[in-house]
């Protein structure tokens, strides 16, 4: 069996009775970014972008969930419930629907990408639409966890970080040593508290730099945010669930938690995209944007930086029309000139 509690079952908390729910996620590519570096000031073989859009349903959701839904069936659960931007329901309904479980999601009306909004219904979710953002959601799915069976499989549950976590592990692996930076998009920050603890558990400790987008940047302001504002739809989040886990993720590793503008985000998204042949989500550039941000003032971190993008593009259509394609139109049979 493959899947990421087969690789890890050691460093996770899982027996020889817990029934795995797997879709064979983890072990996700590491790819060599020079033009990145360029662009950020530094040499070649200096940063390398972690494809988490190669998951099963397209995000690095899928880490946290296999282990969350395994843990729900083995516990009796009936059914399982969350709030989401739209990842986490994808990954839910996904891993629900092998499992045999009902999944019940949780998303604010309008701010979920129609890709992430197709998956939840082909995986027959029963989805509750909320006229509010998604940290309203996320409390209205926590009053309906208390139902009678239900799990509630948002960060908030530790077993989704610990399945996240392994995402360090890989790293370690594929580089054959510790990064030196690493750049993560930071939403409701259950990410960057796993990818921190997987690091720790290792006995390393690269420098953590988080990014919100601007308009729903409570971690970098200090206070929460009411209506946060971004196309960035996963990372719009006012009140991060696991708050104190990144701040501790930024000052025991001596790194930071800035911010991007959407314009910024938008331009590591097409620079991705178009320079680097990898086509990740809007939310996921931001840990791209933040480094050619630093990149613009010459303070790019020296030594090797991982960049984690953490969906597949596939699931934004709907930012993809704010671009203009190169089209020539021309009747069948016509000629075309290069
Ligand atoms: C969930 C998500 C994030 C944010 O992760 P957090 O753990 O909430 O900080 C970023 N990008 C994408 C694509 C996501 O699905």
Redesign the pocket.
Known sequence: MNGLIARWHRRLPVTARTPIVTLGEGNTPLVQADRVAKAAGLPPASVFLKIEGANPTG???DRGMTLAISKALEAGATGVLCAS????SASAAAYAARAGLRCVVFLPKGKVAAGKLSQAVMHGAEIVEVAGNFDQALVMAGEAAKTKGFALVN?SNPFRIEGQKTAAFEILEQLGRAPDNHFI????????TAYWKGYKESGTAPRMFGWQAAGAAPLVSGTPVTNPTTLAT??R?GR?V?WDGAIAARDESGGMIGKVTDADILAAYRFLASREGVFC?P??AASVAGLLKLGRTGKAPSGISVCVL??NGLKDPGITARFTPKIRRVKAGGKIRL
């Open positions: 995000s690095f959701k931007t739209g990842n986490t960060s998009p930071v939403g409701n920050a259950g990410n960057i996963a990372i989040i991060p696991s989500e939310s996921s953490t969906g």
